[in-house]
């Protein structure tokens, strides 16, 4: 099986551009299952724009991996969570089976890093998610240098 080197997570379009330019770095998603992170600190995150052009827009270097609850991770991390109090409440009461209890994913980020142009992804991507391998991160990455080289 080919190595795991991160993951790919959809974003809200009106979120991307807080990823890479507030003080913000740490990232938070309800998963279906709360063991079913493949990802290591040193991984890379790759932020997916949902909603919208369905392309991948940046990446980062995932820091820190922990499971909070909301309270837990405001707690924690305050003002560097991506979200505010408010959105984390109304993200938090989006789905029934979200309560106050349930953990989350709780990603500390660094080096976020939006790509120069979008990567259309390959395929329409779940809210849960994909983990992408060696393999598929090099594919992503000639995709963006030939992007680069056919504009510059």
Not at 7 to 16: F, H, N
Not at 50 to 63: L, M, T
Not at 73 to 91: I, P, Q, T, V, W
Not at 113 to 136: N, Q, S, V, W
């Amino acid at each position: 099986m080919s190595k795991i080197v991160g993951v790919v997570y959809p974003v809200p379009i009106s979120l991307i551009e807080r990823l890479f330019t507030s003080k913000r770095n740490v990232f938070i998603k309800y998963l279906p299952h709360t063991t079913n992170t493949n990802i290591r600190p040193g991984d890379k995150v790759l932020f997916y724009a949902s909603h919208a052009s369905k392309q991948v827009v940046g990446e980062a270097i995932v820091r820190n991996i922990e499971f909070l609850t909301p309270d837990e991770a405001l707690s924690k991390h305050g003002d560097r969570l991506l979200l505010s109090k408010e959105e984390l409440a109304n993200y938090t009461a989006r789905q029934p089976t979200r309560t106050a209890a349930k953990k989350m994913l709780v990603l500390t980020i660094d080096k976020a890093t939006k790509y120069t142009r979008p990567i259309r992804y390959p395929r329409p991507l779940t809210m849960a998610g994909e983990c992408i391998t060696k393999e598929k991160y090099k594919s992503l990455m000639k995709i963006l240098a030939e992007d680069r080289e056919s504009t510059g």
